[in-house]
């Protein structure tokens, strides 16, 4: 077994550790890290016969924004995975009623 797949072997380990919940909630954004994240926590998960779900935040910093969310809810039925989103709401945003920096 090669480094890299020892490393992502105790990488996900971690979340099925003994005593952890049955369930594991993916933050998605679309971007190629996240979705290459949920396509390893799927075979995980397969393989540990653990629940996996998606979680989008729209924060509505970008225009595309309506339709990343879409992508990542299309990805999510591909895979069989319940899809679950949020859009960022007045709290998330400055006094001058833009989007805050910290998404």
């Not at 799927?42 to 998606?54: F, S, W, Y």
């Not at 895979?79 to 007045?90: I, M, P, V």
Request: aromatic content about 6%; hydrophobic content about 35%; charged content about 25%.
């Amino acid at each position: 077994m090669n480094q890299a797949k020892r490393q992502q072997q105790t990488l996900l380990s971690n979340f099925t550790a003994p005593g952890r919940v049955g369930s594991i909630a993916a933050a998605v954004s679309g971007g190629a890290d996240s979705v290459a994240m949920l396509l390893l926590l799927q075979q995980h998960c397969r393989m540990k016969n653990l629940r996996l779900c998606v979680f989008h935040v729209d924060h509505g910093l970008r225009d595309s924004s309506d339709s990343d969310r879409r992508w990542v809810e299309e990805l999510a039925k591909r895979l069989g995975l319940d899809f679950y989103w949020q859009r960022a709401g007045d709290a998330d945003r400055d006094s001058g009623g833009r989007p805050g920096s910290e998404a």
